[in-house]
């Protein structure tokens, strides 16, 4: 563990470190304190970006040697690319009425939404009050455009209902 050390290669600061903030420029503010260590974004704006990377193509760690997130492609010989997007959106959509073992399809325009992402489609309720068994699953056609599929896995049949649900995407 690293502290308050006395050798020579450490450079120690009694406050805040600031870096490349000038003329307007974005940079790097280190701080600390009872919770913990902080880096955060600086600048004169009110909302600054961060940007965490390795370099060339090195990957992202986060974490602790114990529970460690890596970010970026893994070495291997599979095609692979690093997260580009973790993004949560509501989306309001309209359960069509089917008959037992139907499925039909709806979209829903998504703004912001992109191909080749994986897609995880969350109901907020049950997306029929009267009959359990109406599976969702989503995907992306073109940019902006989510498809629903409805399926109706229940021996009984549906009427139509104006649902909600929250949409994760991961995008590459």
Do not use: W
Request: hydrophobic share 35%.
């Amino acid at each position: 563990m690293r502290f308050r050390s006395s050798n020579s290669k450490f450079t120690h600061f009694q406050g805040d470190v600031l870096s490349n903030v000038d003329d307007s420029s974005h940079g790097v503010q280190l701080s600390g304190g009872s919770t913990g260590g902080v880096v955060e974004p600086c600048g004169d704006e009110d909302n600054v970006a961060i940007r965490l990377r390795g370099k060339g193509t090195g990957r992202t760690n986060i974490g602790n040697s114990s529970a460690v997130t890596q970010i970026g492609a893994a070495g291997s010989s599979q095609s692979t690319s690093g997260i580009a997007l973790v993004q949560r959106y509501r989306v309001d959509f309209t359960v069509p009425a089917l008959s037992s073992g139907a499925s039909d399809i709806s979209t829903v325009t998504v703004v912001g939404l992109t191909t080749n992402s994986i897609l995880v489609l969350q109901a907020r309720v049950q997306p029929n009050s009267t009959v359990v068994g109406v599976a969702l699953d989503a995907r992306c056609s073109t940019a902006d455009e989510l498809v629903i599929t409805y399926s109706n896995n229940s021996i009984s049949s549906i009427s139509g209902s104006t649902q909600s649900g929250y949409l994760l995407q991961i995008a590459f």
